[in-house]
């Protein structure tokens, strides 16, 4: 992908979004899972030690509050304590990565071919319903931790829950995914295409075709990359004019959305589909016009549970900073910088 941007300015802009992020009250839940995970990228994109020493400062006073109950939700934070284990070797972070994982593959609960039921909290939160925030949280965490150990088992469980969610979530006739599925009553609930729902699975996915060695010898990978191929030749039609998607991605009453057009667009850019770079283009465009000087990512929605139905969609308040939206700009920003420089390393 060719794309047009002035480099310095994308740089002032990263580094301005880290340092809002890190004036955020965030606790150790998702949404500062996605938003370290954001700052994490920008680290190792931009190799600035001092978001590494930001992440640090936080994590240690967090340890000494005390971490809390895990869930699927708080395991998003495995994405930054991997990144701070993998830069500086030091043992407490992986301590707490391997906590997140014992819960995960020994005590979260599953349903149907061992998929984790999404939760947000210590209670049976959601019976038997699998949504496709899982695969950001946990599922993209427990394959990162396979690859590193090298272990099968792990890569193998992080690549069932994709093969899962996609037959549960991914609309065939579509390729468009939903919010969630109820494996109790076989349904999609209020069966909307959420934007953020195709974010997560999107830049999940590409993440996998990126991340994984050898990953044409999984057949669950075969499957997941399938998924995505199709997904994104759906998504890339409902763009809208500034460059975004909307909140429900085919009702054009629902507003644009930044978190899940930066999702959307980092998935495409990762992809590395040379036919998606207009695409690309129009996105990079929308989303820098709603990042304001200081770092702040406007028209992000708020934290959305599978709504009764389309006005509960476009309803979801859009006017306050969100770590997952700050966190997936990153993401989006990040990717765009890399595959410049890995183009330019290339000539």
Not at 143 to 158: Q, S, T, Y
Request: net charge negative; charged share 25%.
């Amino acid at each position: 992908m060719k794309l047009v941007y002035d480099r310095e300015a994308l740089l002032a802009c990263i580094d301005a979004v880290v340092r809002k992020t890190m004036t955020m009250d965030l606790t150790w839940d998702w949404s500062c899972g996605v938003a370290y995970y954001g700052v994490s990228e920008a680290y190792r994109t931009t190799g600035k030690e001092e978001y590494l020493d930001m992440l640090k400062a936080w994590t240690e006073e967090y340890i000494e509050l005390g971490l809390p109950v895990f869930t699927v939700n708080t395991c998003a934070m495995g994405h930054a304590m991997l990144t701070l284990y993998e830069a500086t070797g030091d043992e407490k972070y992986w301590k707490i990565v391997e906590q997140q994982v014992d819960y995960l593959e020994n005590h979260a609960l599953r349903f149907g071919d061992h998929v984790l039921q999404h939760t947000v909290s210590a209670q049976n939160d959601f019976p038997e319903q699998a949504w496709a925030d899982t695969l950001f949280m946990a599922a993209f965490v427990l394959l990162r931790v396979g690859i590193l150990k090298k272990d099968a088992a792990l890569i193998d469980d992080a690549l069932n829950q994709y093969y899962w969610h996609i037959q549960y979530l991914q609309d065939p006739k579509t390729s468009l995914w939903y919010h969630g599925y109820n494996n109790i009553n076989k349904d999609h609930m209020s069966g909307f295409y959420w934007g953020r729902a195709n974010a997560w699975a999107a830049y999940t996915m590409s993440q996998v075709k990126a991340r994984l060695p050898e990953p044409y010898l999984y057949p669950a990978y075969l499957e997941l990359d399938n998924a995505l191929r199709d997904q994104l030749a759906a998504l890339k039609l409902l763009q809208t004019e500034d460059g975004l998607w909307r909140t429900i991605l085919d009702d054009p009453e629902s507003y644009e959305e930044v978190s899940a057009s930066c999702g959307i667009a980092a998935a495409m850019v990762v992809n590395d589909n040379p036919l998606h770079t207009k695409y690309v283009q129009r996105a990079l465009d929308g989303v820098l016009k709603n990042i304001t000087e200081d770092g702040r990512v406007c028209n992000v929605s708020g934290g959305t549970a599978v709504m009764k139905d389309r006005d509960g969609y476009r309803n979801v308040p859009k006017k306050w900073m969100q770590g997952w939206g700050q966190g997936l700009a990153l993401a989006f920003l990040t990717a765009v910088l890399e595959a410049d420089t890995k183009e330019s390393r290339a000539l």
